[in-house]
């Protein structure tokens, strides 16, 4: 099979790359190769245990492809030839392409402790037959060990404390959950979210082993505590999938990514990668940060499917942002750009600002929700630095705004004076809006030095 654009990848990189290099160039022919045939979207898998009736409900749309013009390969690639531009796949055919995008994404973590392989361990495929029978264990499930208290244990165990009768335990390594994302306040407010609904926290702790005969019956933990546990979901984040690039011989990042520039472009000529197997740097120290989200890849998608046949975008993609949101409950938690902590470890000097009000104005109407928001700016340049905010639904756009400041380089004045719209049944209040008076926090900040 010959194809103009090979795409290897079927998730949200691989998609928007294919989408995206189609509509640009229309008149070139298009092929998605994707390994896994019945895959899921990635940042709902938490949800398919109660939220999502059936798992099957959360099943990759793949029909825009066809409507596109794209075609579509369930196989696996096993080897590619850049100098010859072509793709062996494990079904036997092989495929020549003038650009290739590799979107081979990332391979779950599993630590390498005894009795890991133990029925009713699970770690976080993308594929829905595997992950159908970890839901139907689930949801018989009475004691249920989380290994990891990031984005996805932490959310896994919001999805199950919803079920009634199921005692849940997440053990996490470092001192605080989600410790990546947000700095301590927030930490905390999410842990006594969690608690508040029946979780139970161990943090600091490293599960030393998991026990039972042939099924999972229990969790030791470093302290001597032995958990029970009928299911264990280990959520401890992945690896980058990048071994058919490197068996190819092109230039892999120390962290095992795939190198590439500013435009997703790797080491070899007309081959692209883009998400979680692609070399992400933070976008103020340009230092390598595993930062693996949808939202990302996709971004990184649209710039190699529109320049896969020369630039013709500049510098859309500088670093990445790290915006992420979730829920807990009826809280959401988001945060873009740098924290407290990362600043202190860096050696970047800044300023704060922080705020709160009712997400309705007034605040007594139906369904408004406590809002606060905390920004970090470079000290004296004022630069927006990061953002956190938590509250209601809300919560989960603000940070979005956030996010285009820092990308746009906006500025404490910027923020300060920003033009918004408001209505009392979907905004803070005009006066008191908790962006733009924690920016105005810390200007004041600012102008005292």
Same mark, same amino acid.
């Given at each position: 099979?010959? %194809?103009?654009? /090979?795409? *290897? +990848? $079927? @998730?949200?990189? #691989?998609?928007?790359? !294919?989408?995206?290099?189609?509509?640009?160039?229309?008149?070139?022919?298009?092929?998605?190769?994707?390994?896994?045939?019945?895959?899921?979207?990635?940042?709902?898998?938490?949800?398919?245990?109660?939220?999502?009736?059936?798992?099957?409900?959360?099943?990759?749309?793949?029909?825009?492809?066809?409507?596109?013009?794209?075609?579509?390969?369930?196989?696996?690639?096993?080897?590619?030839?850049?100098?010859?531009?072509?793709?062996?796949?494990?079904?036997?055919?092989?495929?020549?392409?003038?650009?290739?995008?590799?979107?081979?994404?990332?391979?779950?973590?599993?630590?390498?402790?005894?009795?890991?392989?133990?029925?009713?361990?699970?770690?976080?495929?993308?594929?829905?037959?595997?992950?159908?029978?970890?839901?139907?264990?689930?949801?018989?499930? %009475?004691?249920? /060990?989380? *290994? +990891? $208290? @990031?984005?996805? #244990?932490?959310?896994? !165990?919001?999805?199950?404390?919803?079920?009634?009768?199921?005692?849940?335990?997440?053990?996490?390594?470092?001192?605080?959950?989600?410790?990546?994302?947000?700095?301590?306040?927030?930490?905390?407010?999410?842990?006594?979210?969690?608690?508040?609904?029946?979780?139970?926290?161990?943090?600091?702790?490293?599960?030393?082993?998991?026990?039972?005969?042939?099924?999972?019956?229990?969790?030791?933990?470093?302290?001597?505590?032995?958990?029970?546990?009928?299911?264990?979901?280990?959520?401890?984040?992945?690896?980058?999938?990048?071994?058919?690039?490197?068996?190819?011989?092109?230039?892999?990042?120390?962290?095992?990514?795939?190198?590439?520039?500013?435009?997703?472009?790797?080491?070899?000529?007309?081959?692209?990668?883009?998400?979680?197997?692609?070399?992400?740097?933070?976008?103020?120290?340009?230092?390598?940060?595993?930062?693996?989200?949808?939202?990302?890849?996709?971004?990184?998608?649209?710039?190699?499917?529109?320049?896969?046949?020369?630039?013709?975008?500049?510098?859309?993609?500088?670093?990445?942002?790290?915006?992420?949101?979730?829920?807990?409950?009826?809280?959401?938690?988001?945060?873009?750009?740098?924290?407290?902590?990362?600043?202190?470890?860096?050696?970047?000097?800044?300023?704060?600002?922080?705020?709160?009000?009712?997400?309705?104005?007034?605040?007594?109407?139906?369904?408004?929700?406590?809002?606060?928001?905390?920004?970090?700016?470079?000290?004296?340049?004022?630069?927006?630095?990061?953002?956190?905010?938590?509250?209601?639904?809300?919560?989960?756009?603000?940070?979005?705004?956030?996010?285009?400041?820092?990308?746009?380089?906006?500025?404490?004045?910027?923020?300060?004076?920003?033009?918004?719209?408001?209505?009392?049944?979907?905004?803070?209040?005009?006066?008191?809006?908790?962006?733009?008076?924690?920016?105005?926090?810390?200007?004041?900040?600012?102008?005292?030095?």
């Amino acid at each position: 099979m010959e %194809k103009d654009i /090979v795409v *290897v +990848g $079927g @998730g949200p990189g #691989g998609i928007i790359s !294919a989408m995206t290099a189609k509509s640009v160039y229309p008149e070139k022919s298009v092929c998605v190769i994707r390994q896994i045939g019945d895959g899921v979207i990635p940042c709902a898998i938490p949800y398919m245990i109660n939220t999502i009736a059936e798992p099957k409900g959360n099943a990759m749309p793949m029909g825009g492809l066809e409507a596109a013009g794209i075609e579509s390969v369930v196989a696996g690639a096993v080897s590619l030839d850049p100098e010859a531009k072509t793709l062996s796949l494990d079904n036997g055919d092989s495929v020549t392409y003038d650009r290739l995008v590799l979107a081979t994404g990332s391979n779950p973590a599993k630590p390498p402790i005894p009795g890991a392989d133990l029925e009713g361990v699970f770690t976080i495929t993308k594929s829905l037959a595997p992950l159908s029978g970890m839901v139907e264990d689930a949801r018989a499930a %009475k004691n249920v /060990v989380i *290994v +990891g $208290g @990031g984005f996805i #244990g932490a959310e896994f !165990a919001d999805e199950l404390s919803g079920q009634s009768g199921v005692n849940i335990h997440l053990v996490e390594l470092m001192p605080k959950v989600l410790q990546a994302a947000f700095d301590d306040e927030y930490c905390d407010e999410i842990q006594k979210k969690l608690e508040d609904q029946g979780i139970k926290m161990h943090l600091g702790q490293m599960v030393k082993a998991f026990q039972g005969e042939g099924k999972v019956s229990s969790v030791a933990l470093s302290n001597g505590e032995e958990l029970p546990a009928d299911l264990v979901i280990i959520g401890i984040g992945g690896r980058p999938n990048s071994k058919l690039a490197g068996d190819a011989g092109l230039l892999l990042a120390s962290d095992g990514s795939i190198w590439v520039d500013s435009y997703m472009r790797t080491s070899s000529p007309d081959i692209f990668a883009v998400g979680d197997c692609a070399l992400k740097r933070d976008f103020f120290t340009r230092k390598a940060v595993p930062v693996w989200l949808a939202s990302t890849a996709t971004a990184e998608a649209r710039n190699a499917g529109t320049n896969i046949y020369g630039i013709r975008v500049l510098n859309q993609i500088q670093g990445s942002i790290a915006a992420f949101s979730t829920k807990f409950g009826d809280t959401c938690y988001a945060s873009a750009g740098l924290t407290e902590r990362v600043c202190q470890r860096e050696g970047i000097r800044y300023v704060s600002g922080t705020a709160a009000a009712p997400d309705r104005h007034p605040g007594n109407l139906p369904g408004a929700s406590p809002m606060s928001v905390k920004l970090l700016f470079a000290d004296r340049a004022g630069a927006l630095l990061g953002g956190q905010v938590f509250g209601g639904e809300s919560a989960g756009e603000l940070v979005n705004v956030i996010a285009m400041g820092i990308q746009k380089g906006a500025t404490v004045r910027d923020m300060d004076m920003m033009q918004i719209a408001t209505h009392p049944k979907l905004s803070s209040s005009p006066t008191v809006h908790p962006l733009i008076n924690a920016a105005h926090q810390a200007l004041a900040k600012l102008r005292a030095k």
